[in-house]
């Protein structure tokens, strides 16, 4: 296993770990300060970003419309 991946790895596990605790959803940008302040993972914003990106087309994390933020909610897809 190469180093890419295996960070990868890691990063989908902790974000799925964050949207478990959080059933209500994040936006993108909370969900990166949840990584960043509480779980001390600081990484380049657009490697998180493809990351979310891909688990979204793979069927892990589900976006939703906010009527109270006007912004789209990161949640784990009921599957």
Do not use: W
Not at 4 to 17: A, D, G, H, T
Not at 28 to 52: H, P, S, W
Not at 61 to 68: D, K, L, N, V
């Amino acid at each position: 296993m190469n180093f890419v991946s295996s960070v990868e790895e890691f990063l989908k596990r902790k974000i799925i770990e964050i949207l478990k605790q959080r059933h209500e959803g994040l936006v993108f940008d909370n969900l990166r300060e949840v990584l960043e302040e509480k779980e001390g993972v600081y990484v380049e914003g657009m490697l998180i970003r493809r990351i979310v990106a891909d688990m979204v087309r793979e069927g892990l994390i589900c976006r939703e419309p906010s009527a109270t933020l006007r912004r789209m909610l990161l949640r784990l897809c009921k599957n």
